[in-house]
């Protein structure tokens, strides 16, 4: 006869154990770096009163403590303080080494929760040390960048559950970004090198209060309005979903998109393979092979991503706000975010001061971009115009803003009518229109090209 008061108290001892077992673990016992390896770089590592210090140090790159360890999905969760408000740090996750790299001494590789007491204050984005650079800065959620508190211990949260990562700063969310690259790594301590910035040398980073968790893991849900970067080609997940958007791209068809002036997608010029769309090279003339390609629907406003690709000297364009009541010869007229080659393409130097320069408002207005955030010819960037309802529309270049305007405004109307644009009635300020593609005769792709209304 079974037991039931034995078997009952066998299933919550069970239940205990289990609960236990999926609880946070020290990934550092407060006492020795057993588990943990210093690379790259020089600066000193120690373990002090409890805690991890590195010591910035002049005339050494970046340094990293690594664990020995590599880990798949976890939930960390640490205490950061860093002296000083010049210079940065950050946790890596999922990392990997180079041992051949930075002259024999490892390069470090991988995503990486920026620590950044600067005055751009992007603490808690995702860089991606050594490889594609900024993922997620905080202009894609400015809401956290006053998390920070300056020259004090500040508490993280960073979520590695299958394909995406979460971070928080001081019990609020911060990045969301979604990629297909390691499923698997080291996390590591950085003390960032310092340059020629010498005030700096000696200044210390701090670490404490460094737990995992491995098994019985559970995301946790962002709230509602957080940007997510979704590095997974033409997909959508359900948190996007949620928020609004839909692809205007599926990846494998032209559903939803016609020729400009046309009423079906154009015969030639575009080709559409392996979850790219693209303008066909043609000498680089303007709209003389398949022509500008539009969406069937018209927006007012809206947060449009897409991503895309130059090859070398090329020139092409996401136009907005396209009425197609011009009836126009050669490119379709709208707002343009011009897609270039700044350093091959004569269209850069053309203008006025650099208004013809990738990522800026075609013809009117230059966008303020720094070297850094760009990525070479030949590799994916994302672009991302934001068109609100009260007319302010923001062009962002791999995450970064880089320019923002008002349309209609007196000083959109002044820089019209010094424009290319100056003799179209009203340029700009139709209440609605589509989505363009520009065909300018040279070879770029485009992919993951997704809208949401406002």
């Not at 077992?21 to 016992?29: R, S």
């Not at 002296?83 to 990486?112: A, W």
Request: aromatic share 10%; net charge positive.
């Amino acid at each position: 006869m079974l037991n039931i008061k034995k078997y009952s108290l066998l299933a919550l001892s069970l239940i205990s154990l289990s609960a236990a077992a999926q609880k946070a673990k020290p990934l550092f016992d407060g006492k020795t770096l057993t588990g943990w390896k210093a690379v790259a770089g020089a600066a000193p590592y120690k373990v002090e009163d409890g805690m991890i210090v590195g010591t910035m140090t002049k005339g050494t790159p970046n340094s990293f403590l690594i664990t020995e360890k590599e880990y798949g999905d976890f939930i960390l969760e640490l205490d950061v303080k860093l002296e000083g408000e010049t210079t940065n740090s950050g946790v890596q996750t999922r990392s990997h080494i180079k041992p051949e790299g930075n002259n024999g001494k490892g390069l470090v590789f991988g995503r990486q929760v920026e620590i950044d007491p600067t005055p751009r204050a992007w603490t808690g984005g995702i860089y991606d040390e050594a490889r594609r650079l900024w993922l997620y800065p905080l202009e894609l959620n400015p809401s956290a960048k006053p998390l920070y508190k300056k020259n004090e211990f500040n508490h993280y949260k960073i979520e590695c559950i299958g394909n995406e990562l979460k971070t928080w700063v001081n019990g609020s969310p911060v990045a969301y970004v979604i990629d297909t690259l390691d499923k698997s790594g080291f996390i590591g301590l950085q003390v960032h090198g310092i340059g020629n910035n010498l005030d700096n040398d000696g200044k210390k980073v701090y670490f404490k209060n460094i737990n995992i968790q491995t098994e019985g893991l559970k995301a946790k849900a962002f709230p509602k309005g957080v940007y997510t970067v979704n590095l997974t080609p033409n997909t959508l997940s359900a948190y996007e979903k949620s928020e609004g958007y839909k692809l205007l791209f599926d990846g494998k068809s032209n559903a939803g998109w016609i020729g400009a002036y046309k009423t079906t997608f154009p015969t030639k010029g575009w080709k559409i393979s392996d979850g790219v769309i693209s303008v066909e090279p043609s000498g680089g003339a303007e709209s003389t092979n398949g022509g500008d390609i539009v969406t069937k629907e018209e927006y007012a406003a809206f947060d449009l991503s897409f991503e895309f690709k130059l090859t070398p000297g090329a020139n092409s364009g996401v136009k907005y706000f396209v009425t197609l009541s011009e009836k126009n010869t050669g490119s379709a007229i709208g707002l343009e975010y011009q897609v270039l080659d700044d350093v091959l393409h004569p269209d850069a130097k053309l203008g006025r001061d650099g208004n013809r320069t990738l990522a800026s408002l075609y013809d009117l207005m230059t966008a303020k971009k720094e070297a850094r955030y760009l990525r070479p010819i030949g590799s994916w960037n994302n672009g991302r115009l934001v068109v609100y309802p009260n007319n302010k529309v923001e062009h962002y270049l791999n995450g970064v803003k880089v320019l923002e305007y008002t349309r209609g405004s007196e000083e959109f109307k002044k820089l019209v009518a010094i424009s290319k644009y100056k003799d179209w009635k009203n340029f700009g300020e139709a209440p609605k229109g589509h989505i363009l593609l520009q065909d300018h005769g040279n070879k770029v792709d485009f992919r993951t090209i997704k809208i949401k209304t406002l």
